[in-house]
């Protein structure tokens, strides 16, 4: 018998093997999973984005209504209303945009603030909305189209106060794009003489 040096002892090749199977076992799996994932990889899912809305002016304090100063719109908030006057109504973020008007046939350049902003205002935004007019006219806006596009509470048009002949003092207006805005399914959706807005329940 071949003599073994003090503290070296013989290796047992049975035992080697053995202790060696799980870590190449492991190894194994690992690579197939790595193969596997590269051949087929998961497609990635984008959300889109909705567009961003370009504000010319940021909001401003809200000034107090002054005694005897006309109410322009009236938001109705759950049990109580919000009422704002113009001035209210211009302190908020406004947009401006400029696009061809269907009804009187004309492009025209509108400032005023979006029904996001208004419908946020009144604590209902992402609800579709149902807009009124003094004359007895309503419609409904679906929020999809509210909430991705400035479609606007417009109460400025070239520069000046929207006069009456013009569909003011306060009109919906919506952007030039997308162009379904601008085709006989919008139509009513261009409210004129705007007095009250509301969530439809």
């Not at 090749?13 to 051949?39: E, F, K, N």
Request: aromatic share 8%; glycine share 6%.
């Amino acid at each position: 018998m071949p003599a073994r040096l003090p503290g070296v002892f013989p290796r047992n090749p049975h035992q080697d093997r053995r202790s060696s199977w799980p870590r190449l076992t492991l190894a194994a799996l690992i690579s197939a999973v790595l193969v596997g994932a590269q051949a087929t990889p998961a497609p990635l899912q984008f959300k889109p984005r909705p567009p961003a809305f370009e504000y010319v002016r940021a909001a401003q304090p809200t000034p107090r209504a002054r005694p005897g100063e006309r109410v322009a719109l009236t938001i109705n908030a759950g049990q109580t209303d919000l009422k704002l006057t113009l001035a209210q109504l211009r302190a908020m973020p406004a947009v401006r945009y400029t696009t061809p008007h269907p009804q009187l046939k004309k492009t025209i350049t509108y400032e005023g603030v979006t029904l996001r902003d208004l419908a946020a205002r009144g604590g209902f935004a992402g609800k579709d909305l149902r807009l009124y007019a003094t004359n007895g006219f309503a419609s409904t806006i679906r929020a999809d189209d509210y909430m991705n596009w400035p479609v606007m509470l417009a109460y400025q048009a070239d520069g000046a106060p929207i006069p009456a002949l013009q569909k003011g003092p306060l009109t919906v207006v919506l952007p030039a794009t997308p162009e379904r805005f601008h085709t006989g399914e919008y139509s009513s959706a261009w409210v004129w003489f705007v007095e009250r807005l509301a969530p439809v329940k």
